[in-house]
């Protein structure tokens, strides 16, 4: 039997004149989460410092959102763009892409490398372990928006949702396959599908499970590039897993007949996971307390 999502307000604390939403809150958790992991992670360095902690978090903060705004943008909303140039600022509703986000960390840390002269890599190395949690945060904020959820299944499991924000999706559905008024439920006046909550699922393997894997990893000297290659292979393996689980991107239809657009883009993370993973035992850089 499946339940209903809770439909909790986007809007987390009404001021008036301000409005504080809840997906601007899991940004907020975010960063204080990654800026305390990374303060943490200097502890046992001597390479990093907390002074230069705040540089590397306000740097992957700014990466992460106009990367990630634009990413989504530009990779799965393009045509609202067209449609309406301003849709790129309107933050507050949602859609945040992972990929375009990681582009722009990315460009970040290399400019914190070259700011304190330290190798790109030494730096994506160390900060890594501190991303996960954000990504934990930032699916949490898709589930509270009822956004990016996931496909429809015949599976008689309890964890099955409705989702309302899905009822012309739904709707459309059931039009087209009327086989699907089997599994339908009349919600508060709509026809609804079951849905894999599949949010709840990426939160689970790209935050919670990266996370403990790089940490765990990351705690003893690893050769440059080894931890940076955990980081794309088990995210890039998550992702590729978890699509199976997302309803795919309207507008956009399955490559293969099968593959989504967010499986595509996390295949060339796997394959650089791979490289840098040889990469790292070959070359043997340490760049803090090499293991004779």
Same mark, same amino acid.
């Given at each position: 039997m499946a339940i209903v999502h809770p439909q909790i307000n986007p809007v987390a604390l009404d001021l008036g004149m301000i409005e504080l939403?809840? /997906?601007?809150?899991? /940004?907020?958790?975010?960063?204080?989460?990654?800026?305390? !992991?990374?303060?943490?992670?200097? #502890?046992?360095? $001597? =390479?990093? $410092?907390?002074?230069?902690?705040? =540089?590397?978090?306000?740097?992957?903060?700014?990466?992460?959102?106009? +990367?990630?705004? &634009?990413?989504?943008v530009l990779l799965y909303n393009f045509g609202e763009l067209i449609a309406n140039p301003l849709y790129l600022f309107r933050v507050w509703e949602g859609g945040m892409s992972f990929h375009g986000g990681f582009v722009g960390v990315l460009l970040a840390m290399w400019y914190f490398a070259h700011k304190?002269?330290?190798?790109?890599?030494?730096v994506l190395d160390f900060i890594a372990p501190c991303v996960p949690t954000g990504l934990f945060f930032g699916r949490i904020g898709n589930f509270i928006n009822g956004e990016l959820w996931g496909r429809i299944s015949y599976a008689d499991v309890s964890h099955l949702m409705y989702f309302p924000q899905?009822?012309?999706? =739904?709707?459309?559905? @059931?039009?087209?396959?009327?086989?699907?008024?089997? &599994? $339908?439920?009349? &919600?508060?006046?709509?026809? !609804?599908?079951?849905?894999?909550?599949?949010? !709840?699922?990426?939160?689970? $393997?790209?935050? @919670? !499970?990266?996370?403990v894997v790089l940490w765990w990893f990351?705690? #003893?000297p690893r050769p440059r590039y080894a931890v940076s290659a955990v980081f794309l292979l088990v995210y890039g393996l998550s992702r590729f897993i978890t699509e199976f689980f997302r309803q795919p991107d309207v507008g956009y239809a399955l490559i293969f007949g099968w593959m989504s657009k967010g499986q595509l883009y996390s295949l060339p993370m796997i394959i650089? +996971?791979?490289?840098?993973?040889?990469?790292? /035992?070959? #070359?043997?850089?340490?760049?803090?307390?090499? &293991? #004779?």
């Open positions: 939403h809840w /997906y601007g809150l899991m /940004y907020l958790f975010a960063f204080v989460v990654a800026y305390f !992991l990374a303060w943490v992670r200097t #502890k046992s360095r $001597t =390479d990093f $410092t907390p002074e230069m902690v705040s =540089d590397l978090v306000f740097f992957g903060s700014v990466g992460v959102i106009l +990367g990630g705004r &634009i990413g989504y304190y002269k330290k190798a790109p890599f030494a899905a009822a012309r999706v =739904d709707f459309e559905m @059931i039009q087209a396959n009327p086989a699907l008024q089997d &599994i $339908t439920a009349n &919600i508060g006046g709509y026809l !609804l599908l079951p849905r894999h909550p599949s949010q !709840l699922y990426q939160a689970a $393997t790209e935050g @919670i !499970l990266l996370f990351s705690a #003893k650089a +996971g791979v490289v840098l993973m040889v990469m790292a /035992y070959q #070359k043997q850089i340490y760049d803090w307390n090499k &293991i #004779k």
